[in-house]
């Protein structure tokens, strides 16, 4: 056995012998003699390894080169492009491409990709080597090489529309057909090219899952036009992943369009008396109570609201504090709904409750009620992180934006600062309703909030008074009763 057999025996990556003997010829060529061919087989062999990946899911941008084997899933249109300083246009073909681990967007360019749409197939499976980047809609990998392989089976079914539960990261041209669970507002932000960009979020449900879908600049407004109940086609999404999630993005390339078809969604819950403190589950039931909404000063200047309702099963009930613009939703006593990933949090007197925030969905699948309206608010919850990270698509390039603030907490100086606000060395007591209870606690009388310094345990929903100084408007408590 020669030497180069016996490193190619213990290469762990499908590569012929036959190829990989060119390629070890070609670095005792390189090398200019400094080499032997065994010595120039163990530097072949470590470079093959280092390309291998174990699938679409292993590539990640910054690698020198990724070698890998995929089935072609769609092929996209030739696209023109003009280069500085050359006087040939350039030319380029994205195919998507997936196997069993995920899927990637593979970009051809000029030679190849003219033999891209002369001779690639859906369905044909590639062996594929490139270079990775981050691109439009997610990783993306340059082509450098690519031949057919016959011989390998990649077990990925080609969907032409895609079910919730088939979605994975990396994919694009995606079409969807989803029923609308859930709106929001429309939100702005400057990117760094001075532009100013918008974004909004919908909520998809289907028989298999849900999915939120952020809708980009022109398809912004859309969360505004559409309402819940309706049934919408999602034309030319990509999937992108937000903490830990996978989310539908659909930038000025996509689309959402109202389509009449039915579309079922059966929203699997955890049963109210499972539910433990620290998790995030999905919730089901009938409403009981609802409280009116209440708005609160936040440390930035902003304005908050939060709205209490309870939430029955057939195992027990549950206090449901819905944040920011799910305060707004139309729900009342009698009205069947379904919450999802809602944080499960300890409550007043060791009674749990449930957080609805930002990240959360509040969907009404039966209403019976006619407005509403309820009893008073204690306001007793965490408000939502309503800060926004996301990447903004430009239908050009990808760009990061944000709103610039987090949501803070709904921690107030007493009053305004009027001749009614407490002065510096003042003796007070305040008692309200504990609507934070962190550092500091956060009480509410119905008409004022105030943050008070204290180590007192005290739980949320709670009434309490608390004595003490005023110090830079913060109540700092000598007692807590």
Do not use: C
Request: aromatic fraction near 4%.
């Amino acid at each position: 056995m020669s030497d180069i057999e016996g490193v190619y025996e213990d290469l762990e990556a499908d590569v012929s012998l036959e190829e990989f003997r060119e390629a070890v010829e070609a670095k005792v060529e390189q090398m200019g003699g400094l080499a032997d061919e065994e010595t120039a087989a163990m530097l072949v062999a470590h470079e093959v390894g280092e390309s291998e990946v174990g699938g679409i899911a292993d590539i990640e941008p910054g690698m020198e080169e990724a070698k890998f084997v995929a089935k072609v899933l769609s092929i996209g249109e030739k696209r023109t492009f003009e280069r500085d300083g050359e006087d040939e246009d350039g030319q380029v073909v994205n195919v998507e491409v997936a196997d069993e681990t995920g899927s990637v967007r593979a970009a051809f360019w000029d030679d190849h990709a003219e033999a891209a749409i002369e001779e690639l197939e859906e369905g044909q499976v590639l062996r594929i080597k490139g270079r990775p980047k981050e691109g439009f809609s997610g990783v993306e990998v340059s082509v450098d090489d690519v031949e057919p392989d016959d011989d390998t089976e990649v077990d990925v079914q080609i969907s032409d529309t895609y079910a919730i539960e088939d979605l994975s990261l990396g994919l694009s041209d995606v079409t969807l057909v989803g029923l609308v669970l859930e709106t929001d507002s429309v939100r702005t932000f400057d990117r760094d090219d001075g532009s100013e960009g918008k974004v909004s979020n919908l909520v998809l449900g289907d028989s298999t899952g849900r999915v939120r879908v952020t809708l980009w600049d022109e398809q912004a407004d859309l969360a505004t036009e559409l309402e819940a109940g309706t049934t919408v086609e999602v034309i030319d999404g990509y999937v992108k992943e937000r903490d830990g999630s996978l989310e539908l993005h659909v930038g000025n390339r996509g689309a959402v369009e109202e389509v009449d078809e039915d579309v079922e969604y059966i929203p699997e819950s955890t049963p109210i008396e499972d539910l433990e403190i620290g998790q995030t589950v999905d919730v089901a039931g009938v409403v009981r109570s609802a409280d009116p909404k209440r708005t609160f000063d936040r440390d930035d200047g902003s304005e908050g609201q939060v709205r209490n309702i309870r939430v029955q099963d057939a195992t027990d009930d549950i206090r449901v504090a819905l944040w920011g613009d799910k305060a707004d939703i139309d729900v009342g006593p009698g009205d069947e709904v379904a919450l999802g990933d809602v944080e499960i949090q300890d409550g007043w007197q060791d009674d749990l409750e449930a957080s609805a925030g930002w990240q959360s969905t509040v969907t009404v699948l039966e209403s019976e009620s006619a407005s509403s309206s309820g009893t008073e608010d204690t306001g007793d919850s965490n408000d939502e992180n309503a800060g926004l990270s996301a990447f903004a698509d430009d239908g050009t390039d990808e760009e990061t934006a944000t709103d610039g603030t987090g949501a803070g907490s709904p921690t107030t100086e007493h009053g305004d600062a009027g001749a009614d606000a407490p002065s510096d060395g003042e003796e007070l007591e305040f008692t309200g309703v504990v609507v934070q209870a962190g550092d500091p606690v956060v009480l509410d009388d119905g008409e004022e909030t105030m943050s008070v310094a204290t180590d007192a345990d005290v739980g949320l929903g709670e009434e309490v008074t608390a004595r003490g100084v005023v110090r830079d408007g913060r109540l700092e408590a000598n007692d807590v009763f």
